[in-house]
């Protein structure tokens, strides 16, 4: 069992996310983000988990994650994404996305740019708006891509004051979240259990490719791309259901794995290691899904806390016929194959876990029980 640290915050943690390692460095992840919600004054702040699981003479644990440093930030931190070392994206309940800086010199954060006005709803027949929440963002430096309940997409560019482009109706329903395919082009999830693909390179305002849920509109809350197969995406909704897609083929997901009992907050694919996917919800559960190759030849199994239970799972059948050495470890619909190994990575069920990052051997996520977690020995 992944040994796992809890420090209590004093606030409803919404988003948390790992500072990203320089390329080629060999750090492991040290720092970390994290925005609030529902509370009476919101953050965004920057950790350090520093020696953090040390052992100390006494046999106790040495080091905590330490408050490196907090900002004001108006309104609810709906997503929150690291643009560079220095750079961090939120969006806000407020309709806002701003760019906050730190200064490790002196430890502070301070506002770098801000688009006050990117999500609103327009008043039928009037001028008027009102603010929408800015529901997901991503980026690519130097691009930043943010959709809200109010259907729209902008792409900002980091140091322009105007969005490069706005897409205003290209959703009648709440989009929930979004991720780049590859760098023109961007997979948005909605309400109503659809996602689209987006197309920068053309000028309409239609996507290049609408995926559905059949049956009932399942909303969908959260969307990941494998990193090496970027036909590859996972969802979650707010059935709790993990579906995985391959978005060369098809309208419908390749499968569906039954998970959690309520809404499934966040799902990521590890960056470097993406066989293991984990996932959060509102059920306050925080699972690891294990489909590489090695796990033995059994069902599907799900270990909570030392205790293993049979998992139900099953696959839509698909018909393509993709060569074989290319199909990811998450397409495979052979039986033999289809075992996912499932673990439980919280001790006890706690309040909704709303976020979840994961990074080399570590992991954090945040929660409405006003704690943090974290384990820095994932694969042990």
């Not at 688009?115 to 690519?140: D, E, L, M, N, R």
Request: hydrophobic share 35%; aromatic share 8%; net charge negative.
């Amino acid at each position: 069992m992944e040994e796992i640290y809890a420090k209590f915050v004093s606030q409803k943690i919404s988003k948390t996310r790992w500072r990203p390692v320089p390329s080629g460095s060999l750090q492991t992840a040290e720092t970390f983000a994290t925005g609030s919600w529902d509370n009476e004054e919101n953050y965004v702040s920057l950790w350090s988990i520093g020696d953090f699981g040390n052992l100390d003479s006494d046999g106790g644990f040495e080091g905590d994650h330490q408050l490196l440093c907090d900002i004001r930030h108006h309104g609810d931190v709906m997503d929150l994404q690291f643009f560079d070392q220095e750079r961090i994206v939120a969006a806000s309940s407020t309709g806002s996305v701003t760019v906050f800086l730190h200064h490790p010199n002196n430890q502070t954060l301070s506002v770098n740019q801000q688009w006050t006005a990117a999500h609103y709803h327009t008043g039928p027949g009037s001028p008027s708006y009102s603010s929408a929440p800015c529901t997901g963002i991503v980026c690519s430096n130097p691009e930043i891509v943010t959709v809200g309940e109010d259907g729209r997409i902008n792409f900002f560019r980091a140091d322009h004051k105007e969005a490069l482009r706005t897409i205003d109706n290209a959703d009648s329903s709440t989009l929930h979240a979004v991720t780049f395919l590859r760098t023109p082009e961007i997979l948005t999830v909605n309400s109503i259990g659809q996602l689209k693909i987006w197309d920068f390179r053309q000028q309409g305002n239609e996507p290049s490719q609408i995926l559905s849920l059949t049956g009932d509109r399942v909303p969908l809350h959260c969307v990941d791309r494998h990193p090496n197969q970027q036909h590859v995406v996972a969802t979650g909704g707010q059935d709790g259901m993990l579906s995985i897609w391959d978005v060369r083929q098809g309208t419908m997901p390749v499968s569906l794995l039954k998970a959690h009992e309520a809404e499934m907050w966040e799902v990521h694919f590890h960056p470097s290691n993406p066989d293991h996917l984990f996932t959060c919800s509102e059920d306050g559960s925080l699972w690891h899904w294990d489909a590489s190759t090695d796990v033995p030849e059994k069902s599907s199994l799900f270990h909570q806390g030392g205790r293993t239970s049979t998992f139900l799972s099953h696959s839509i059948s698909n018909q393509a016929n993709v060569h074989q050495s290319l199909i990811s470890s998450w397409l495979s619909t052979d039986p033999a194959k289809d075992r996912i190994e499932i673990t439980s990575l919280l001790p006890n069920k706690t309040l909704s876990v709303n976020s979840l990052d994961v990074l080399g051997p570590c992991l954090v996520c945040g929660t409405d029980a006003e704690a943090i977690y974290v384990t820095r020995q994932l694969f042990s």
